[in-house]
């Protein structure tokens, strides 16, 4: 048990699909992060919530949309993906931005497949 | 911008071996540094981290990490490897006061060989 839940575990959605990959914790986190890990790259910091409100987002193309209804959860909304979007999506939780002592907490991860 | 290199890509060693995993970072000023680890369809988990102070840290699973500031390395280090140890490690460096906001080096997968 992580304390950060990622559902669904495995996602297989064609280029046209609209879909949600959900995120939540449990470990009364503030800050909440989408990361994405692809076959032989670094993980990619893709947005930043802190406190609900978006912190971050690194420049990643709209067909990705965050939602952070409040400082549990978190969900990324997927449309018109393409298949170089394969990956495996981390969310992740830390008390804030700022606190030292409160290291990033991940998820298991969704894995995602664009056919 | 910082970053961060493991120069390993893929490591094997025998059960009971000793372990050093490289990790070279570059940031202008103190950085934040951390370990993960990943099991195979997993999250990370956190080993260890450095913030300040001892540059020698302990984590979790027996590891333990030196930070050395004038060869901008933090390497990762065991004693003695268990085959449960086989995972893909991960250094990451945190800059400024955003905790949070990682980068990444582009991890090192561990074999261990009984």
């Known amino acids: 048990e992580t304390g950060v839940t990622q559902t669904p575990r495995h996602l297989v959605m064609g280029m046209t699909n609209k879909k949600s990959l959900k995120c939540e914790q449990h470990?009364?986190?503030?800050?909440m992060y989408w990361y994405k890990q692809s076959a032989k790259k670094p993980l990619e910091l893709m947005f930043v919530?802190?406190?609900?409100?978006?912190?971050e987002n690194n420049s990643v193309p709209s067909r990705f949309s965050p939602e952070c209804p409040n400082s549990s959860h978190l969900f990324l909304h997927l449309h018109t993906l393409q298949p170089e979007d394969s990956a495996l999506y981390l969310c992740?939780?830390?008390?804030?931005?700022?606190?030292?002592?409160?290291?990033?907490?991940f998820g298991n991860g969704t894995r995602l497949t664009v056919t | 911008a910082q970053s961060v290199t493991q120069p390993d890509i893929h490591i094997t060693v025998s059960e009971g071996a000793s372990l050093e995993l490289r990790c070279n970072y570059s940031y202008g000023a103190t950085p934040y540094l951390f370990w993960y680890v990943q099991s195979p369809g997993q999250g990370l988990q956190l080993l260890l981290k450095y913030f300040s102070g001892d540059t020698l840290v302990q984590g979790i699973k027996g590891f333990e990490a030196e930070f050395k500031r004038s060869q901008s390395s933090f390497n990762l280090r065991k004693p003695s490897v268990h085959w449960s140890d086989a995972a893909e490690y991960f250094c990451?460096?945190?800059?400024?006061?955003?905790?949070?906001?990682?980068?990444f080096g582009q991890g090192t997968i561990l074999t261990v060989h009984p």
């Open positions: 992740a939780s830390s008390q804030d931005l700022i606190t030292r002592n409160s290291p990033l907490h």
């Open positions: 990451a460096v945190a800059g400024g006061t955003s905790y949070g906001k990682l980068t």
């Open positions: 470990l009364g986190h503030n800050a």
């Open positions: 919530y802190n406190f609900k409100e978006q912190t």
